[in-house]
């Protein structure tokens, strides 16, 4: 078996493993083939590196619990970075095994770990990509789980997603099919970072 279709096997195999399921499926390995679908839509010449760092994004997550952070943003943004970290140390660990040279596994980890954000047009595709999936398939569960949220706080969220994507992710995200009330949010942020997303848009490497 090739290098890249034994790390992807790999990963859906450790992944195996969540304790979470989705329609009788481990919840990673639905979250990992929604990554690898969008990824394929939005780059069709999408390296086999991307398509590592996409299937890996979120590589046996449920080993970080977010409740052994505090509450809280700078409690979140822990748990984040320890996730992105633990992510990059299994797939390493994985083409590792499967004949990937430092090079290539220093260069998913960066990915992983959004090192390259805004500087690296493969980061900012996995950035893209990851945005897309979160409002394609989570934000209705986003929303019912944050119900105590008022719009402003939602579009402020939203905003914050929005600055971190490129021109091409937000066109994918304004032609997916979403409920009333989300396309409503969206539109409100893209109104509200209207600046922002122009300068931004000036120095899109995607």
């Not at 140390?89 to 004949?99: E, R, S």
């Not at 997603?161 to 994918?172: E, V």
Request: glycine content about 6%.
């Amino acid at each position: 078996m090739p290098a890249f279709d034994a790390t992807i096997a790999a990963i859906d195999a450790a992944n195996a493993d969540d304790p979470r399921r989705v329609d009788g499926r481990a919840f990673e390995i639905v979250y990992a083939e929604r990554m690898s679908a969008r990824l394929a839509a939005l780059y069709p010449q999408a390296s086999d590196l991307l398509k590592i760092a996409a299937r890996a994004q979120h590589l046996r997550r449920w080993e970080i619990a977010r409740g052994a952070y505090e509450e809280g943003r700078r409690g979140y943004n822990d748990w984040r970075r320890a996730c992105r970290i633990h992510h990059a140390q299994l797939v390493g660990d994985i083409m590792c095994a499967h004949g990937y040279d430092e090079d290539a596994i220093a260069h998913v980890g960066a990915l992983i770990r959004k090192e390259q954000l805004k500087k690296d047009p493969e980061s900012q595709a996995l950035e893209n990509v990851v945005a897309v999936v979160f409002l394609e398939h989570y934000f209705d569960e986003f929303l019912e789980k944050y119900a105590g949220y008022d719009d402003e706080k939602l579009i402020d969220i939203l905003g914050k997603t929005l600055c971190k994507m490129s021109p091409k992710g937000h066109a994918a995200a304004l032609a997916l099919p979403l409920p009333e009330r989300g396309r409503r949010l969206v539109e409100a942020a893209v109104a509200r970072e209207a600046e922002a997303l122009a300068r931004l848009a000036a120095v899109a490497i995607d």
